[in-house]
């Protein structure tokens, strides 16, 4: 039984490759031409990652190598709204982007040179976090433009604890409507950060999304100037996030 999950496993990685693949076909043309910086074509591409990561998403619940509640993530989404996680393993964005309508996302710096991701990456317009001052300006941006931006704080995946950078909290208190905290439970953990791909459970992997109550920015300590605001944010959130941790262990 273990044999055959490591051979899903691979057989997984080898098809999400070809899926990107056959997507750099469509996005490369998009970046040779500059055309990314049009907001249909934007969109567009935003489409076609969502709807081909969520036709790998299918293929692994068809395999049997994960089971998950992830269509709840289609009730969240609305115009400047920041939605964040925490990042137990490493298909957690597949999820998010294949079932959130046109989300932006902030993605690791290093994905930019990734030979399966970078054209998607660029075509749909995601945020790299290569430079702290850049990509908060333009994750800031975003939100004010009505998008809808997917970021995990804690920058990498989880490991024994939930600790996440004060960034999400900057951005939000500087540019989102609304803030909507996910808890993502992983049971049992694989694809954890540093880990090989084969080091995978025999048995089926169940990720549990579960929506907490949004926070309206607005409304979020209005009597004080925004840096206080933004570290009593971050300090809510690490309370929220270490309660659920806390619950599942």
């Not at 997507?23 to 055309?35: A, D, H, S, Y």
């Amino acid at each position: 039984m273990k044999f055959i999950k490591i051979c899903i496993t691979g057989f997984l990685f080898i098809w999400f490759g070809i899926i990107c693949i056959f997507g750099n076909l469509l996005f490369c043309p998009i970046i040779l031409l500059g055309l990314q910086k049009y907001k249909f074509v934007r969109r567009f591409s935003r489409f076609l990652v969502r709807n081909a990561w969520g036709f790998f998403i299918f293929f692994t619940e068809f395999l049997g190598y994960q089971h998950s509640n992830a269509s709840i993530l289609k009730t969240v989404g609305r115009p400047g709204e920041i939605i964040i996680s925490n990042h137990p393993s490493l298909l957690d964005i597949v999820f998010f982007l294949s079932k959130i309508k046109n989300a932006n996302c902030i993605v690791k710096g290093e994905l930019e040179k990734n030979i399966f991701l970078f054209a998607a990456i660029k075509a749909c317009g995601y945020i790299p976090n290569t430079n702290n001052e850049e990509f908060l300006n333009k994750a800031c941006e975003a939100l004010k433009n009505g998008e809808i931006l997917v970021m995990f704080p804690e920058g990498s995946r989880t490991k024994d604890e939930i600790v996440f950078h004060k960034a999400a909290a900057y951005i939000a208190i500087k540019s989102a409507k609304y803030l909507t905290p996910i808890y993502l439970d992983m049971k049992p953990r694989s694809l954890k950060k540093g880990e090989a791909w084969y080091k995978t459970p025999a048995n089926t992997i169940n990720y549990k999304f579960k929506v907490l109550p949004s926070i309206q920015i607005d409304d979020f300590s209005t009597q004080k100037p925004d840096p206080i605001r933004a570290r009593a944010l971050h300090n809510c959130l690490k309370e929220i996030y270490n309660e659920e941790f806390k619950n599942d262990r």
